[in-house]
């Protein structure tokens, strides 16, 4: 498992099988909260106590939204270039 960022299935937390939507709803705002919290701690850990957490919040969105712009448009220009060789 080294080197692995998620845990095989058989490990990863569940739900309970008579779970309802709600409570699958529930926790995932319960992990999501968490993941906002992890966030925000690691963001504090760079600026420190001192520093304006909602001004590196955003510059750090800022850069994720850049970096996932560059994903989708490197991801539309392989999909249009496969579309052109599947029509040839």
């Not at 779970?19 to 992890?38: K, L, N, S």
């Not at 850990?45 to 510059?59: C, N, S, V, W």
């Amino acid at each position: 498992m080294a080197g692995q960022l998620l845990p095989p299935p058989d490990l990863a937390p569940s739900l309970p099988e008579d779970a309802t939507p709600e409570q699958g709803i529930r926790a995932w705002i319960d992990v999501m909260h968490a993941c906002e919290q992890f966030l925000l701690a690691g963001l504090r850990r760079e600026i420190g106590p001192d520093g304006d957490l909602p001004t590196a919040y955003r510059k750090w969105y800022a850069e994720q939204m850049e970096e996932h712009d560059r994903m989708i448009l490197r991801l539309a220009k392989g999909l249009c270039r496969k579309g052109r060789e599947h029509a040839s």
